[in-house]
Each structure stands twice: as structure tokens, then as C-alpha cells.
């Protein structure tokens, strides 16, 4: 069974950094290209950042330079280190497969505050 756990959110001030991980179980995280996504309030989910199969990573425009994602195969955890945060990126963070359809499961993600 699927199952997806995130955490390392927080409130953090404007500049600051967070490392956020996902603990997957259920299939291997090293088969999937797998990704990180946000949802602000008000706004739909946005995908922020992926690492395929073989390792490759993208990201989108506003976080290229500032955020990383990685993973940990002998762990099956992914991770997103998020440095010099702005106002913008407060959001609920959650990680899933890149291949996500409607309707399939989520973890219950992790907030990210950036307040001054």
C-alpha cells in the first residue's frame, strides 16, 4: 500500500531555509520519477520541482537557484532543501509521483510559513 509521509515544514522568516522530506512506502521512490508540489491557499496545487528515475532534476522558474531536490534510495526518502524562502513560497508542501493522476493518493504534506 501507497503511503507518503512529509514533514520538516515550519515558519521560518523571509531568507531562511527548511529541509523537507517525504518517507515513502509501499513501492521504490528510485523506479518513479517523483516530485515535489505546493498549494497555496486560494491557489491549485503547482508542481515546484522533480527528480526522475535516473536522477535528472527540474524545477520551476521561482525556485531554480533556491530550492534542491534530492533523494535517498537505501532510505526511500525524498528530500527538498529550500533556501533563502520568500513570502511566495508559503504554501502546503507535498510529494508524490510524477505520474499522479486525480483521484490517487496524497500525504497529508507539510506547511511551510514564511513570515517575517
Known amino acids: 500500500q501507497v503511503q507518503l509521509v512529509e514533514s520538516g515544514g515550519g515558519l521560518v522568516q523571509p531568507g531562511g531555509s527548511l529541509r523537507l522530506s517525504c518517507a515513502a512506502s509501499?513501492?521504490?521512490?528510485?523506479?518513479?520519477?517523483m516530485a515535489w508540489y505546493r498549494q497555496a491557499p486560494g491557489n491549485h496545487r503547482e508542481l515546484v520541482a522533480i527528480?526522475?528515475?535516473?536522477?535528472?532534476?527540474t524545477y520551476i522558474g521561482s525556485v531554480k537557484g533556491r530550492f534542491a531536490i534530492s533523494r535517498d534510495i537505501a532510505r526511500n526518502t525524498l528530500y527538498l532543501q529550500t533556501n533563502n524562502l520568500n513570502l511566495e513560497d508559503t504554501a502546503v508542501y507535498y510529494c508524490?509521483?510524477?505520474?499522479?493522476?486525480?483521484?490517487?493518493?496524497w500525504g497529508q504534506g507539510t506547511q511551510v510559513t514564511v513570515s517575517p
Open positions: 508524490n509521483k510524477v505520474s499522479v493522476r486525480p483521484g490517487n493518493y
Open positions: 509501499g513501492f521504490y521512490i528510485s523506479a518513479n520519477g
Open positions: 527528480i526522475s528515475s535516473s536522477g535528472d532534476t
